[in-house]
């Protein structure tokens, strides 16, 4: 069956960078697109950044400029690269993968989700 793994998370201090990886098995990864989204406590889960299957890429605007996506199709594996992190930034973290082409920031789109890792952004 199909597995997303996701691993890196953790506690850092404002300022540090993370990066996650999201490992995937059971599917043609190189045939899905990715994305990655977080949910604070008492919050929706919400759209951080997505790679298609062609390589696009879009990060929310909230997180442009400090987290970066990118995929190991050799790996069937996704990366989120977190830099100058702030404590607004803890949240758990999920990989989602989806079979369709683009990029899309909806979370209903995406068909299989990874159990989500703890990053936690201390000040």
């Known amino acids: 069956q199909v597995q997303l793994v996701e691993s890196g998370g953790g506690l850092v201090q404002a300022g540090g960078s993370l990066r996650l990886s999201c490992a995937a098995s059971?599917?043609?990864?190189?045939?899905?697109?990715m994305g990655w989204f977080r949910q604070a406590p008492g919050k929706e889960r919400e759209f951080v950044a997505a790679i298609s299957r062609f390589r696009g890429t879009y990060v929310a605007e909230s997180v442009k400029g400090r987290l970066t996506i990118s995929r190991d199709n050799a790996k069937n594996t996704v990366y989120l690269q977190m830099n100058n992190l702030k404590p607004e930034d803890t949240a758990v973290y999920y990989c989602?993968?989806?079979?369709?082409?683009?990029?899309?920031?909806?979370?209903?789109?995406?068909?299989?989700w990874g159990q989500g890792i703890q990053v936690t952004v201390s000040s």
């Open positions: 989602a993968a989806t079979t369709g082409s683009g990029i899309t920031l909806t979370r209903q789109n995406y068909d299989y």
């Open positions: 059971g599917l043609t990864f190189n045939l899905y697109s």
